[in-house]
């Protein structure tokens, strides 16, 4: 789920996630934070959208809370998944 960044507080030891940093599709760099206990993935920043956070879904207290809206890297999905077609779908990272 994308947010913009000053939207999203972190708290407890979240403050100090690892940072795992790799070169995404785009060329740009991908900002990977990591919880720096377990090593679960918190959030995702990109310098291809400054401003903008990925939280990930299953790090909130309630996941079903949101609603997803559209799906993004449709072509990287496992066959087994079939989700409805009330979202809009995007092969990839959308430009």
């Known amino acids: 789920m994308a947010f ?9 030891d979240l403050k100090t996630l690892k940072t795992l ?3 995404g599709g785009s060329g740009r ?3 990977r934070r990591r919880c720096p206990n377990r090593g679960s993935g918190v959030v995702t920043e990109s310098d291809a959208r400054p ?3 990925i939280v990930l879904a ?3 207290d309630d996941p079903a809370a949101f609603v997803p809206t559209f799906e993004i890297f449709r072509d990287a999905a496992q066959t087994w998944v079939h ?3 009330e979202r ?3 092969p990839k990272m959308p430009t």
């Not at 913009?4 to 407890?12: D, K, N």
């Open 58 to 60: 299953g790090t909130l």
């Open 88 to 90: 809009q779908r995007f």
């Open 21 to 23: 940093d790799m070169t």
């Open 83 to 85: 989700a409805g077609s």
């Open 51 to 53: 401003g903008r956070m």
């Open 4 to 12: 913009p960044a000053e939207s999203v507080s972190l708290r407890g």
């Open 29 to 31: 760099i991908i900002h």
